[in-house]
């Protein structure tokens, strides 16, 4: 079992920067895909990023790329999602995921953390 810890939401205006958290326990999160998803009122969760266990690679949705850099600190097991030029549509409480080795879907989440985005 692994337990996800995200860390680092709050109010920020319009063109600033946040960078969340995601603080692991219970096993190592080398061995999984790790993720970020986020869910704004009213709407269905959505995928931000991702990034590989062993090589790194990463993905972003197309609504972030460019401003969003998903990372990971396997010694600390924990991963990052550092948030720049924040655009009011980008307010949503965000999730850390983690998919097993092997798992077709992400099978362990956070609880989330608030990003509000002030214009």
């Known amino acids: 079992q692994v337990q996800l810890v995200e860390s680092g939401g709050g109010l920020v205006q319009a063109g600033g920067s946040l960078r969340l958290s995601c603080a692991a326990s219970g096993r190592t999160l080398s061995t999984y895909v790790m993720g970020w998803f986020r869910q704004p009122p009213g709407k269905e969760r959505e995928f931000v990023a991702r990034i590989n266990e062993n090589e790194g690679i990463t993905y972003y949705a197309d609504s972030v790329k460019g401003r969003f850099t998903i990372s990971r600190d396997n010694a600390k097991n924990t991963v990052y999602l550092q948030m720049n030029s924040l655009r009011p549509e980008d307010a949503a409480v965000y999730y850390c995921?983690?998919?097993?080795?092997?798992?077709?879907?992400?099978?362990?989440w956070g609880q989330g953390t608030q990003v509000t985005v002030s214009s």
């Open positions: 995921a983690a998919r097993s080795r092997g798992a077709p879907l992400f099978n362990y």
